[in-house]
């Protein structure tokens, strides 16, 4: 079960994507220090996907079939002070 629901605000606390972001650029990701609202969540509960975020469809199941984002990337807006960020803006 997540700890965010739909229309949740977050904010990206970890924007590490390494690898997988060099490796698919046809996809955004989330940015660090960038304030989202959530738009569903991934059937398990432990992604997200974001209203500011729409990337292609991945597959032809009529449920995940986008990519989503882990939820430890993100916290609510009101948490953010007890958190440190990775990937801070301007280190992309």
């Known amino acids: 079960m997540s700890k965010f629901k739909i229309g949740d605000k977050v904010i990206c606390i970890?924007?590490?994507f390494?690898?997988?972001?060099?490796?698919?650029?046809?996809?955004?990701f989330p940015?660090?220090?960038?304030?989202?609202?959530?738009?569903g969540l991934h059937s398990e509960?432990?992604?997200?996907l974001l209203e500011e975020i729409k990337n292609p469809i991945i597959?032809?199941?009529?449920?995940?079939?986008?990519?989503?984002?882990?939820?430890w990337r993100f916290v609510h807006l009101n948490q953010?002070?007890?958190?440190s960020i990775v990937n801070p803006k301007g280190n992309d």
């Open 80 to 83: 953010v002070s007890n958190y």
């Open 18 to 28: 390494g690898a997988t972001g060099l490796t698919n650029p046809q996809y955004t």
């Open 14 to 16: 970890n924007a590490n």
């Open 59 to 71: 597959n032809k199941k009529p449920v995940d079939n986008e990519i989503c984002f882990w939820e």
């Open 31 to 39: 940015k660090a220090e960038t304030n989202y609202i959530v738009r």
């Open 45 to 48: 509960g432990n992604a997200l």
